[in-house]
Nanobody, 114 residues
Framework: VQLVESGGGLVQPGGSLRLSCAAS????????MGWYRQAPGNQRELVAT???????NYKDSVKGRFTISRDSTKNTVDLQMNSLKPEDTAVYYC?????????WGKGTLVTVSS
């Protein structure tokens, strides 16, 4: 399984970005999919996940601001990020679980700064 993230960049506080994760196989094969992030000097942390059945889970600090979704036409797992804060600055990674294994993308950098 290959995953390619896109959509990162520089945005001002309060702004929005939409991240996409393109998968090499149908996203409906995955048991779970999600977004994680890693800021400099910090461990990688869960941001949002979605199960095959569509159940979602979010890190407390992003609830109400971020939304994870899947796009069957584009075969992507997306993360809509609104009301961005400087503390959201990190490399964001796409993750999927498939046949008992975890697969990761290479990440996309999100920088929130004025």
């Amino acid at each position: 399984v290959q995953l390619v993230e896109s959509g990162g960049g520089l945005v001002q506080p309060g702004g929005s970005l939409r991240l996409s994760c393109a998968a090499s196989i149908s996203i409906f094969n995955f048991d779970a999919m999600g977004w994680y992030r890693q800021a400099p000097g910090n461990q990688r942390e869960l941001v949002a996940t979605m199960t095959r059945t569509g159940n979602t889970n979010y890190k407390d600090s992003v609830k109400g601001r971020f939304t994870i979704s899947r796009d069957s036409t584009k075969n992507t797992v997306d993360l809509q990020m609104n009301s961005l804060k400087p503390e959201d600055t990190a490399v964001y990674y796409c993750n999927v679980r498939y046949t008992g294994f975890n697969y990761w993308g290479k990440g996309t950098l999100v920088t929130v700064s004025s």
